[in-house]
């Protein structure tokens, strides 16, 4: 039973377009997530982070939302550039302990 | 900052031999270490964690006589995958997180392992 879904395998958006990613959760006891990015054959890069005692953290050109009630957070991304292609993967936790992740969501960012 | 190093990148060798995998925190200390693997095209599976001077918390169904882990400092854990068998093939990424159970935690580049 996967506790962290990301129901998009794939995404393509043009260059200088917003790129959104989707990220649902089951547990209702999580309330600390993270976004990591990922280039083939190396280790995940964390990208931003959100509590639960918020609903939106910006850095730059990245801004993660969350839904508590609805379970579900969304990494935007604005303007997109082609240094973005990479698969992006949402990970939750309790209390920051052992994260969960999901399977990723591989955007592609054509120019 | 939070540079994170795992060697090697990528390892071949015959089924039964052992691999040992380290991973090191180059600038910070890991209170705590993680070791996942990722099969093709899924998720990062947490394996095992690990706090520096104890033993490591293995995941449901992570043989823990398989894959030995030791924390032995703040600055290096190390996976030793015993008689490694062809299944057993797989990319085996570390992290490490500093401080509180709230800091993100940083990865390594990962090692490919190869198990003929």
């Known amino acids: 039973d996967q506790q962290v879904k990301q129901n998009s395998p794939s995404l393509s958006v043009q260059e200088g377009r917003i790129s959104i990613l989707n990220c649902d959760y089951t547990n209702s006891m999580f309330d600390y997530f993270l976004w990591y990015k990922k280039y083939p054959a190396e280790g995940p890069t964390f990208l931003i982070s959100?509590?639960?005692?918020?609903d939106k953290n910006e850095d730059g050109r990245f801004t993660v939302f969350l839904n508590k009630s609805a379970k579900h957070l969304s990494l935007h991304i604005v303007p997109s550039q082609p240094g973005d292609s990479a698969v992006y993967f949402c990970a939750a936790s309790k209390g920051g302990q052992n994260f969960v992740f999901g399977p990723g969501t591989r955007l592609s960012v054509l120019p | 900052g939070a540079v994170v190093s795992q060697h090697p990148s990528r390892v071949i060798c015959k089924s039964g031999t052992s691999v040992k995998i380290e991973c090191r925190s180059l600038d910070f200390q890991a209170t705590t270490m993680f070791w996942y693997r990722q099969f093709p095209k899924q998720s990062l599976m947490l394996m095992a964690t690990s706090n520096e001077g104890s033993k490591a918390t293995y995941e449901q169904g992570v043989e823990k006589d398989k894959f030995l882990i030791n924390h032995a400092s703040l600055t290096l854990s190390t996976l030793t995958v015993t008689s490694a068998h062809p299944e057993d093939s797989s990319f085996y990424i570390c992290?490490?997180?500093?401080?509180?159970?709230?800091?993100?935690?940083?990865f390594g580049d990962g090692t490919r392992l190869s198990i003929l």
């Open positions: 992290s490490a997180r500093g401080g509180n159970t709230n800091q993100p935690q940083h």
């Open positions: 959100i509590s639960s005692i918020k």
